[in-house]
């Protein structure tokens, strides 16, 4: 059965980065893309950027171009988020979701979610 | 402020018929498919409707999904004390080259 498993919660201070890792497996990894999601406090969902996991290509939101890294290790199944600069606002669980084949918004398996934590 | 927009709440008591509207733009409902996704508490999210109405196995065809012109709508028929959480609308949009996400509407059962 698919799984996504993302790495455990994060407590970092503004300024700092932080770099949330997503294990795969049950599937073909390089097969499907993978998006990262994240949803502050109370609040809504929002889209960070995606990656092929077949050839490494990678895209982000306009809103964290420049600061966020998308990147993916095929030998150990596992895709990484890495967010710089980090900010209050930041503070949010993020989520990796594997998208669907055929619909760039089809995210048919999320992994349990990662807190950060941004406090001076 | 999301590109989406859903209503914030809707309610209905057990076993009624509810309906969660989406509206976007030609840019992205209007252009591409629209999925829905189901939130319960503390859960990640679970995708419920892909490709504007289609289910993926294992949801119940009490969820129901439809999609006109730039606005979408999500129906739950036989409504159960279970189904109450948040539910988002999301699609690609072409303008902003992004994927985007309804502000999300919770669902309570009376």
């Known amino acids: 059965q698919v799984q996504l498993v993302q790495s455990g919660a994060e407590v970092k201070k503004p300024g700092a980065s932080v770099k949330v890792s997503c294990k795969a497996s049950?599937?073909?990894?390089?097969?499907?893309?993978m998006h990262w999601v994240r949803q502050a406090p109370g609040q809504g969902l929002e889209w960070i950027g995606w990656?092929?996991?077949?050839?490494?290509?990678?895209k982000s939101s306009q809103k964290f171009q420049g600061r966020v890294i998308i990147t993916r290790d095929t030998s150990a199944s596992t895709v990484y988020m890495e967010l710089s600069s980090l900010r209050s606002e930041d503070t949010a669980v993020y989520y990796c979701?594997?998208?669907?084949?055929?619909?760039?918004?089809?995210?048919?398996?999320w992994g349990q979610g990662t807190l950060v934590s941004v406090s001076s | 402020q999301s590109v989406l927009t859903q209503p914030p709440s809707a309610s209905g008591t057990p076993g009624q018929r509810v309906t969660i509207s989406c509206s976007g733009s030609?840019?992205?409902?209007?252009?591409?498919?629209v999925n829905w996704y189901q939130q319960l508490p503390v859960t990640a999210p679970k995708l419920l409707i892909y490709?504007?109405?289609q289910r993926p196995s294992g949801v119940p065809d009490r969820f129901s999904g439809s999609k006109s012109g730039t606005s979408a709508s999500l129906a739950i028929s036989g409504l159960q004390s279970e189904d109450e959480g948040d539910y988002y609308c999301?699609?690609?949009?072409?303008?902003?080259?992004?994927?985007?996400f309804g502000g999300g509407t919770k669902l309570t059962v009376l």
């Open positions: 979701a594997r998208e669907g084949h055929g619909d760039w918004a089809k995210f048919d398996y």
């Open positions: 490709s504007n109405n």
């Open positions: 049950g599937y073909t990894f390089s097969s499907y893309a």
């Open positions: 999301a699609a690609w949009d072409d303008s902003l080259n992004a994927v985007v």
């Open positions: 030609s840019f992205n409902i209007g252009s591409n498919p």
């Open positions: 990656i092929n996991a077949g050839n490494g290509n990678s």
